[in-house]
């Protein structure tokens, strides 16, 4: 059961769903209470951790945060849904455990969104940086300024091939994100392409925000690196593939070779990817087309994806807030994964 000490409905809910990272559940909770904007409550979903991070939430004493520990694993799928289906608030924000929110992050957020009363959800840039060069950031570009509403598939498309979706980004509207369906359960780890996907194409739109708001911090426990490590990521892009979401070949090249690439450097060689695309179905197109997948991922590299970071410097305000964020939080390594 989760435990509320807070009886007002909040206008945000900000939702982290957790499995052991007991230090940078730290970190990223000293994130949240700093927030200029107050009206919230900070769900923490703990997906049956081993580390007690019960222990985190008494240190901050805080009536905002809900705690709630799950009893068995429950996967990380399903510990993202169980998060949302506790939260009260208009709007939802899920923040990655691992990452961190600029103290004007909720503020700033809220103000652009409600700029767009029509909009369902609003996405802005993220500051990357890594545990053992904080101070280092790299910044991402937006594929668009402005709205988009009801989408169709493009190819070639900047904001169907924009890479930068994770979670920590958006800021949606809460009966939107029900309304879509919320998170797919069928689905290992792409369950963020997935809804922006929906959020592109059936919501009352989507605004990309000019603003670098949130922290995202570069770890070897790293999800995205533990999903690419058991092949979770290719298994979700063929199931995508085949019901037509990932239909931008160069994106979908960019993850096949990201693919190929990180299980090779994992020890799993080719042989666990072919088998995938065989159980599938796609393994005759896979490998007739896999010298123009790593034509297209080059192709994609220079003129699509936008993979790299901007070319300009991170802006110094920026660099200011990084630092004051980071100094505040105190990141700290993790040797358990998500």
């Known amino acids: 059961m989760a435990e509320r000490p807070c009886t007002s409905i909040p206008l945000i809910s900000v939702c982290i769903p957790v499995r052991n990272r007991k230090e940078m559940l730290r970190s990223c909770l000293r994130s949240v209470v700093r927030q200029t904007f107050a009206d919230i409550e900070i769900i923490v979903s703990d997906n049956c951790s081993e580390d007690n991070l019960r222990e985190v939430i008494d240190e901050f004493d805080d009536p905002r945060i809900v705690y709630c520990r799950n009893q068995t694993n429950i996967g990380a799928v399903r510990n993202h849904i169980k998060a949302a289906s506790l939260a009260r608030g208009k709007y939802i924000k899920f923040l990655c455990s691992d990452d961190l929110l600029l103290p004007n992050c909720l503020e700033e957020s809220l103000r652009e969104l409600q700029r767009h009363p029509g909009v369902d959800a609003i996405i802005s840039r993220v500051v990357i940086v890594s545990e053992?060069?904080?101070?280092?950031?790299?910044?991402?570009?937006?594929?668009?300024?402005?709205?988009?509403?009801?989408?169709?598939?493009?190819?070639?498309?900047?904001?169907?091939?924009?890479?930068?979706?994770?979670?920590?980004?958006?800021?949606?509207?809460?009966?939107?994100?029900?309304?879509?369906?919320?998170?797919?359960?069928?689905?290992?780890?792409?369950?963020?392409?997935?809804?922006?996907?929906?959020?592109?194409?059936?919501?009352?739109?989507?605004?990309?925000?000019?603003?670098?708001?949130?922290?995202?911090?570069?770890?070897?426990?790293?999800?995205?690196?533990?999903?690419?490590?058991?092949?979770?990521?290719?298994?979700?892009?063929?199931?995508?593939?085949?019901?037509?979401?990932?239909?931008?070949?160069?994106?979908?090249?960019?993850?096949?070779?990201?693919?190929?690439?990180?299980?090779?450097?994992?020890?799993?060689?080719?042989?666990?990817?072919?088998?995938?695309?065989?159980?599938?179905?796609?393994?005759?197109?896979?490998?007739?087309?896999?010298?123009?997948?790593?034509?297209?991922?080059?192709?994609?590299?220079?003129?699509?994806?936008?993979?790299t970071p901007d070319d300009a410097p991170v802006p110094e305000e920026v660099c200011r807030a990084l630092h004051d964020t980071w100094s505040a939080c105190k990141v700290s390594k993790s040797t358990k994964a998500a």
């Open 132 to 307: 053992h060069a904080p101070l280092n950031p790299r910044v991402y570009s937006l594929p668009f300024a402005g709205v988009v509403k009801n989408m169709e598939y493009q190819e070639g498309s900047e904001i169907f091939a924009f890479a930068n979706v994770g979670p920590t980004a958006w800021l949606m509207k809460r009966d939107a994100f029900w309304e879509l369906g919320g998170f797919d359960r069928s689905l290992g780890a792409m369950i963020d392409w997935e809804l922006y996907y929906q959020l592109l194409r059936n919501s009352g739109g989507v605004a990309f925000f000019d603003r670098v708001l949130a922290v995202s911090v570069a770890h070897q426990s790293n999800d995205a690196l533990v999903c690419c490590a058991n092949l979770t990521f290719f298994r979700d892009v063929l199931q995508l593939r085949r019901r037509g979401v990932v239909q931008n070949s160069a994106k979908y090249a960019d993850l096949i070779w990201r693919q190929l690439s990180q299980a090779i450097r994992c020890g799993h060689g080719v042989l666990p990817v072919l088998k995938l695309a065989y159980a599938y179905g796609y393994l005759g197109h896979f490998v007739l087309s896999l010298p123009a997948l790593v034509a297209k991922h080059a192709w994609a590299r220079l003129k699509v994806l936008r993979q």
